[in-house]
């Protein structure tokens, strides 16, 4: 069995990588090959944890395996992250135990990802503000694969919390782009892409603040009651997502769905427009929306690359197991 460290993931696999991993999957999941299997998160009734698993399979790549870990509110006292997961593949042919792999980076990895393909696949290419609404953990991880899809110019950000925006402005002086705190109204005005990813409970941006022709990536909605942006905007807009079953129980779309606004059948998976089975954008005054709940394949397909460039790279350390 392979093992490759949580240390070893970030020497290992760069954004660009994860991002053409979690294109393969989405297509994949799109042709029908791939599919995820029913989430399982449990209140284990202890140190206040979530628990559970994501998991799935992918016919094509034969990635097969699980996402174990959840959420400890009382790990930063500690010194250790309060998410905290593990990856395990599995031999498709045998079932036997492949690799274990850290998943605390991947995880901020393959949600960038995620949001990146969309702008590929769904922004407009004149792009040249990005938006962003949130500046938690994910936030900084999430602007970066952005930025590396289009020749944006400008950085507008808000946050509930403004003091944590200043690792946002890091990210733009890293990357030589002028980086401006704003209100949501200056915002939805000026921003062409706009990333949501928060742990909000009530909707932040609003429709009337989005401009036509606007992407956004709305990745902090996971859960269900969780919102970030008004269930009205989904309606104006055209509705991508990962995964439609997560879509319309833990995503964005539960809202939309609930209030009758939008119904299943007009939300699009992202991997139907990779394929080309679906246009994607079809003008430039149209607002793609694409509501990512972050599915087990993603974690499988990064992983997977992980392991195989660990292997690739002579750095694989194997245990007998
Ligand atoms: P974090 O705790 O580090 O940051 C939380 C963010 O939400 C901060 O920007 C904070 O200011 C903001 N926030 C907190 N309370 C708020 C409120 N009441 N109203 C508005 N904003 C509020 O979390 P993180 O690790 O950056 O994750 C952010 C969100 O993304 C979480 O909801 C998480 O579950 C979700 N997430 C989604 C995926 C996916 O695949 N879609 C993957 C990982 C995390």
Do not use: P
């Given at each position: 069995m392979i093992v490759v460290s949580e240390q070893a993931v970030a020497e290992l696999i760069t954004p660009a990588e994860c991002l053409t991993a979690v294109e393969k999957v989405f297509a994949s999941m799109a042709r029908g090959s791939a599919y995820n299997f029913p989430v399982i998160r449990e209140a284990i009734g202890h140190a206040d944890a979530l628990?559970?698993?994501?998991?799935?399979?992918?016919?094509?790549?034969?990635?097969?395996?699980?996402?174990?870990?959840?959420f400890w509110p009382g790990n930063l006292e500690k010194g250790l992250?309060?998410?905290?997961?593990?990856?395990?593949?599995?031999?498709?042919d045998t079932g036997r135990c492949k690799a274990m792999i850290g998943g605390n980076l991947l995880t901020a990895l393959r949600t960038a990802a995620a949001s990146a393909v969309s702008i590929r696949y769904l922004a407009r290419r004149d792009c040249r503000v990005l938006g962003m609404i949130g500046a938690g953990h994910q936030a900084a991880f999430q602007l970066r694969a952005a930025l590396d899809q289009r020749c944006f110019e400008r950085i507008v950000a808000w946050n509930f919390h403004p003091e944590m925006l200043g690792r946002l402005a890091e990210v733009g002086r890293e990357r030589g782009i002028p980086f401006e705190e704003v209100s949501l109204d200056r915002l939805g005005a000026e921003a062409d892409v706009i990333i949501s990813i928060t742990s909000s409970f009530s909707p932040l941006l609003k429709a009337s603040q989005v401009r036509p022709g606007t992407h956004l990536a709305c990745m902090g909605t996971d859960t269900k009651g969780k919102q970030e942006v008004e269930a009205e905007l989904l309606a104006a807009a055209t509705v991508f997502t990962d995964e439609v079953a997560q879509a319309i129980s833990i995503g964005e779309s539960q809202h939309a769905i609930s209030r009758g606004l939008i119904q299943e059948k007009d939300i699009v998976e992202i991997g139907a427009v990779i394929t080309k089975a679906h246009p994607g954008r079809t003008s430039e005054h149209?607002?793609?929306?694409?509501?990512?709940?972050?599915?087990?394949?993603?974690?499988?397909?990064v992983a997977s690359a992980a392991v195989d460039l660990a292997i690739a790279k002579g750095v694989a350390v194997e245990i007998d197991f």
């Open positions: 628990y559970g698993f994501k998991s799935g399979f992918d016919r094509e790549s034969l990635a097969l395996g699980l996402k174990s870990g959840g992250t309060n998410h905290q997961s593990t990856v395990f593949l599995f031999d498709a149209e607002i793609t929306l694409f509501d990512g709940t972050g599915v087990g394949l993603q974690d499988l397909a």
